[in-house]
């Protein structure tokens, strides 16, 4: 049957209808797509906020400190979280409105640069050194311990201590092996790294340190080489110096900062005592001193037996050794034991003999008068 021209006209007319529908909807699309990509543009377009610092907070208004170290008043959007003084911000880099509350604590920092740990170090790892023990157990074990003791009799212990003497004699251990018997947060850190690594930022990476202490405490903060902080300066000349006065002083005023029962101590260490500020040694700061001189004999002869025990040798006259190594310290004395090892290694066998240890004696004495010469008449 044939369509009338009334029909195939209403059947085009429809087939428009749905075409127009269809564009409607594509135009639809497009302009949505089109404000997206605007917003996109726009977003682009926006300058970047600053990275800043918080100084002071007054109402709705704080100081903040830009990274060129300059400081300014502004203001504080009022959707922007409660801020407080160290709080990272971002900011508007026009008029340095305060934005919002950066979400990366900088603290992580330094935990990437500070060794912490929970050391497992026993006193009887440690030769000799009855009486610097005993002085550690003292001033630092008890008054983490028991508290109470200090509080009923009415003193004050120390908050720090500085352990003095040559390179090896196990100042590091000592601290260790407290931090171990407290069950403490062992945080160490090395003056000479915290004054050339973070140049500028000495002073704050101190503040960040004494806070990750009170995070974990109890704790003990280890400062090896304090006089790379510490050191008593003549002038203050370059901008290092400047800085490093910053980072000392700031070290003081943390120590001052926490209470002399609290549950943190502050462990220095140094081979050059006589460059030391005074005023780090303070009443109240590291004021008890502890030198931790060479082994006498009867320490050498602990020492031997501690790192011999888990050597396969056979009895030695550890007499005749200790007497050889008169003037050696315990890092040595490992020495020794290591590299009479090493000739027993060499010769093809598996045991160590008392001759090995007394050529490795000689060996290790040669190396060290070829290192450091002098340096215990110097400083011991
Ligand atoms: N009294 C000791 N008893 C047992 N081992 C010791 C003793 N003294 C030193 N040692 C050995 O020497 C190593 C180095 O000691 P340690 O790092 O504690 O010395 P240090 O005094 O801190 O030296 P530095 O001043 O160079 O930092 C220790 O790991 C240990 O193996
Ligand atoms: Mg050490």
Redesign the pocket.
Known sequence: MMKSNEEKLSEIIYGYTVDINQLEEEGQMLRETISQLRGEIDRYRRSPLMLCEIREVHGLQAIIKIPNGNQFLVEVASACEKLRPGDAVFVEQKNLTIVKKARSSRRHNVEKFVIVERPSLSWQ?????QGQIDEIREVIETPLLRPELFEQVGIEPPKGILLH?P???????LAKAVASSTNSTFIEIVGSELVQKFIGEGAKMVKEIFQLARERAPSIIFI?EVDAIAARRIELGTSGEREVQRTFMQLLAEIDGFKSLGNIKVIG?T?RRDILDPAVMRPGRLERQIH?PV?DRK?RQE?YQ??AKRMNAVSTDFDKLVELSEGM???DI?SVCTEAGYFAIRAGRPKVFHQDFIAAVGKVRQRGESEDTDYRQMFG
């Open positions: 790892d440690i030769g000799g050194m003497g390179p090896g004699t196990g100042k590091t251990m090896d260490c081979n931790v082994p320490g020492i501690i790192h310290s315990g890092a490992k």
